[in-house]
């Protein structure tokens, strides 16, 4: 196969695979979707003020591992799309499970989320809830889906078929403003499993992370092991970052870490997963 055929049949399979979503969210009239403002969570949300305008609320929850600015990111998105948007706090910390960190905090979040969630669809009289997980994350160590499942959270984005890459060309090919999102995840996945997670280390990772993309980094995590920071960017922003290593050094040190170091494998999706 050539390679006009071969781009006009992903063409083809991406159209079917959002066509199928689009009746997905059409088997009800109202439908509550878990909204991050990531670019998963966007995307479903923009299909579905599509196929069900106001008939879609989304919810966004607060919890203390939610960066600012993905806060503010989420409401400017919602706004964008003109849907109903509730911010609803949510405090995981107060469970001492979640807090001591277990290799299924994933899975105790999140059926925490759903329960609070699915209080918030009974209270709007709505029948189904939605999150933005795809087939891609199944690539990965995710206990959360499994207790989502449970918990009867639906997967649209997953049961449509879609995959990130797809999510990300459909979403360049409608023109949407937020096609190229980095990834981002809950800060407390910056906490390696078995170390209690503390406002004061998710305060850490976060004013950190908001250094680094200042300094126009595109995707940034820092990792956070008692007072050591283990610094993950994309590989072709290495060297960039070794070049200004006495400013990273020396703010990184302000904001409370005795020990900064640079991974030399560079940014990866699951790298606190490695060790289970």
């Given at each position: ?11 083809e ?20 979707i878990?909204?991050s ?16 305008g106001?008939?879609?609320l ?6 203390e ?20 948007h ?15 960190n277990p ?7 999140k ?8 209080r918030?669809a009974?209270?709007e009289?709505?029948g ?14 995710r ?14 984005l997953?049961?449509a ?12 090919e ?8 980095p ?24 004013e ?25 960017v994309e590989?072709?922003?290495l060297?960039?970052v070794?070049g ?10 302000r ?9 030399l494998?560079?940014?990866r ?5 490695e060790?289970?």
């Amino acid at each position: 196969m050539k390679g006009g055929e071969e781009l006009t049949v992903r063409l083809e399979e991406r159209a079917e695979k959002l066509n199928r979503l689009k009746e997905i969210l059409h088997e009800d009239e109202r439908i509550l979707i878990a909204f991050s403002g990531g670019l998963d969570s966007s995307f479903l949300a923009w299909v579905a003020a599509e196929v069900l305008g106001d008939g879609a609320l989304l919810v966004t929850l607060d919890s203390e591992a939610m960066p600012r600015s993905e806060l503010l990111e989420a409401e400017k998105i919602a706004r964008s799309l003109g849907l109903r948007h509730r911010i609803v706090g949510s405090r995981i910390l107060e469970s001492e499970d979640i807090a001591d960190n277990p290799p299924d905090r994933c899975a105790l979040c999140k059926r925490a989320d759903a329960n609070t969630l699915k209080r918030i669809a009974e209270e709007e009289g709505i029948g189904r809830v939605a999150d933005g997980v795809n087939l891609s994350d199944y690539d990965d160590y995710r206990p959360g889906i499994r207790a989502s499942d449970e918990e009867g959270i639906i997967h649209p984005l997953a049961e449509a078929g879609l995959a990130k890459p797809d999510i990300r060309a459909l979403a360049r090919e409608m023109g949407l403003p937020f096609w190229d999102k980095p990834p981002m995840a809950c800060l407390a996945s910056r906490i390696p499993y078995g170390e209690r997670i503390t406002p004061d280390n998710l305060r850490m990772v976060e004013e950190a992370e908001d250094f680094l993309l200042g300094l126009g980094l595109r995707t940034v995590r820092v990792r956070v092991s008692g007072r050591t920071a283990r610094i993950e960017v994309e590989e072709t922003d290495l060297d960039r970052v070794l070049g200004m290593r006495e400013e990273v050094a020396r703010e990184l040190h302000r904001i409370g870490f005795s020990y900064i170091c640079l991974d030399l494998e560079g940014y990866r999706t699951g790298s606190a997963n490695e060790v289970l």
